[in-house]
């Protein structure tokens, strides 16, 4: 359909607002929790200003769900366990050196024939469990990954072992560090504008793959691991994404990226030859304090902007759940958001930075324990390569 555009429609609170500048793209999204804001969603063939259409030209095909919420979590870690100890010894390094600086102790990384997207079924297979929901009910599952078992995607796969009999669609969502945030938005754009019920958002990582290891300045942060939450259509007194905040900063790429390698071709003499050579990409290259300045700036401003636009403030939140980079990060933001430390999820020491993972691992871990309790608030950012980042302010049903 040519010049075809999505235009969402809330009916009672203000417009979602999309702001676009040559370097940065944000996506706001503004839901008030007291009006729980049931949404229509038409598509049109050409572009029009939302505010030049009357109520029956805005007027949907259909009525969609009014709110999702999150009804189950899982998450899954390779069995080998790297210590700190255990990388003085190839690197010059200490536990005592790393721990300081970054409050990692151990990280679980794939050995052998183990396999992304094995660590990804089991934790989608935890989530189905705990929701008490069959694999065949699955509408849709969200691989938020950026080290798939296949270049083309490892989603299908996913939903292939699960036994989704009624093949659900299933792709990957790149984003690094930001892709399960990212994950979580996609999910409730589908569940409110296309009538799906249930889906799936796994983070999943295996950055071990691509870590020099002879580099303390990367090896000691990383890990590998898997984490899944099932998203669900619900009445809209049930919701539980309160509205969220998305940006993403491409000049900030030199900061933090893995990038295609350039091969030499096959030719002789100087000459550009034919086939090259088979592609690979390169380690983590990464500017660590660029890094921890850029997420110290940008996640506190992202969830205050999650917070105004849920029509909500620093007090409804009940715990702080960031992407699991450094433990120096999570502490300053908590700082500036003034959240006391003990309302602060962290599982950093055991596992270590594990990308899209991070975030849905320790949030199955902290309900799983008792500590994040049905009802409660969460507010929950990611932010990584890309640059992306984004936040969500959710609740856990």
């Known amino acids: 359909m040519a010049n075809a555009s999505w235009v969402f429609t809330?009916?009672?609170?203000?417009?979602?607002?999309?702001k676009i500048s040559p370097s940065i793209?944000?996506?706001?999204?503004?839901?008030?929790?007291?009006?729980?804001?049931?949404?229509?969603?038409?598509?049109?063939?050409?572009?029009?200003?939302?505010d030049?259409?009357?109520?029956?030209?805005?007027?949907?095909?259909?009525?969609?769900?009014?709110?999702?919420?999150?009804?189950?979590?899982?998450?899954a870690v390779p069995s080998f366990e790297v210590s700190n100890d255990d990388l003085s010894k190839i690197v010059d390094t200490s536990d005592e050196w790393i721990s300081v600086r970054t409050g990692i102790r151990n990280r679980r990384v794939l050995t052998g024939k183990d396999r992304l997207t094995g660590l990804a079924v089991e934790a989608a297979q935890k989530a189905l469990e705990m929701a008490e929901v069959d694999p065949?009910?699955?509408?849709?599952?969200?691989?938020?990954t950026s080290t798939p078992d296949d270049l083309f995607g490892s989603a299908p796969q996913i939903q292939a072992a699960l036994g989704c009999k009624g093949n659900p669609l299933a792709f990957d969502i790149t984003a690094a560090c930001s892709g399960f945030v990212l994950g979580l938005v996609s999910a409730s754009c589908y569940i409110?504008?296309?009538?799906?019920?249930?889906?799936?958002?796994?983070?999943?990582d295996a950055l071990s793959r691509y870590v020099d290891w002879s580099d303390r300045g990367t090896c000691i942060l990383f890990g590998d691991a898997a984490g899944a939450v099932l998203v669900q259509a619900c009445e809209s007194e049930e919701d539980g994404l309160f509205g969220f905040d998305l940006h993403s900063d491409g000049g900030g790429?030199?900061?933090?990226?893995?990038g295609i390698k350039e091969n030499e071709a096959l030719g002789t003499n100087g000459s550009v030859g034919f086939p090259p050579k088979g592609s690979s990409y390169s380690f983590i290259q990464m500017n660590g304090k660029e890094v921890f300045r850029f997420a110290c700036r940008v996640v506190p401003?992202?969830?205050?902007?999650?917070?105004?636009?849920?029509?909500?403030?620093?007090?409804?939140?009940?715990w702080l759940l960031l992407h699991q980079a450094n433990q120096r990060i999570l502490d300053a933001v908590a700082t500036r958001l003034e959240i006391p430390a003990d309302r602060v999820i962290s599982n950093l020491a055991n596992y270590g930075n594990t990308s899209a993972a991070s975030i849905p691992l320790a949030l199955d871990e902290a309900v799983r324990s008792?500590?994040?309790?049905?009802?409660?608030?969460?507010?929950?950012?990611?932010?990584?390569?890309?640059?992306?980042?984004?936040?969500a302010i959710i609740k856990w049903n």
């Open 10 to 18: 809330p009916t009672v609170p203000q417009l979602n607002k999309i």
């Open 25 to 50: 793209a944000i996506v706001r999204s503004r839901v008030h929790p007291s009006d729980r804001i049931s949404k229509r969603v038409s598509c049109a063939s050409t572009v029009q200003g939302v």
């Open 52 to 75: 030049q259409l009357s109520p029956s030209e805005s007027k949907p095909n259909r009525l969609v769900g009014n709110g999702c919420k999150l009804v189950g979590c899982g998450s």
């Open 136 to 144: 065949d009910e699955v509408d849709l599952v969200l691989l938020c």
């Open 192 to 204: 409110r504008g296309g009538g799906f019920k249930n889906v799936l958002v796994i983070g999943a």
């Open 253 to 258: 790429y030199r900061h933090l990226h893995t």
């Open 301 to 318: 401003q992202s969830i205050e902007i999650a917070l105004e636009n849920a029509g909500m403030t620093r007090s409804s939140i009940d």
């Open 370 to 391: 008792g500590k994040v309790k049905p009802g409660q608030t969460i507010a929950t950012s990611g932010f990584g390569a890309g640059l992306t980042w984004g936040s």
